[in-house]
Each structure stands twice: as C-alpha cells, then as structure tokens.
C-alpha cells in the first residue's frame, strides 16, 4: 500500500494537522447536508448517513474521552431521531 501525503500538511504540528482535517470533514459534510435539504442529491438513506459520518470524523479529535468511552459503552444502541421542519 502506497502512503498518500499533501504538501499542504507538511509544515503543520500533529494538533493543526488534526485541524485542518477536522476542518475539511466538517465542510464536506456541511456541503452534504445543504445538498440534500435543497434537494440538488438525492435524498436517500446513505448521503445522509454519508454525510453524518464525515460530521461525527469532524468532532471526534475534539470529543473528550470520557464521553467517547461512555457512548461506546451503552449496551444497546440509541435510535436516530429524524426531525423535519
């Protein structure tokens, strides 16, 4: 497997690096989402759980551990709330 690297992140400490990809990940999935509430994507299942999934990789370097270790530890999954306006 080849390693993919970006001149862009060379210069930056581990904590900026982190950033910086948070940063995109949460762009992506704003872009995701507006896409699919103006109804320019196809409004289906997976873009919004795509979408969800790039939102939660943009917060995750940012959640303390104590909270990742808590919701990884209920027994039973909670179900999504779907909210429509």
């Not at 103006?38 to 997976?46: A, Q």
């Not at 919004?48 to 940012?62: D, K, M, R, T």
């Amino acid at each position: 497997m080849s390693q993919v690297f970006s001149w862009d992140l060379k210069g930056l400490s581990p904590a900026d690096r982190f950033f910086h990809l948070a940063r995109a990940y949460l762009d992506c999935s704003g872009h995701l989402f507006r896409s699919l509430k103006d109804k320019s994507l196809k409004r289906t299942f997976s873009h919004a759980q795509s979408a969800a999934f790039l939102f939660e990789h943009s917060v995750e370097p940012f959640t303390p551990i104590w909270l990742q270790s808590s919701l990884c530890s209920e027994k039973e999954p909670k179900p999504y709330t779907i909210i429509q306006n």
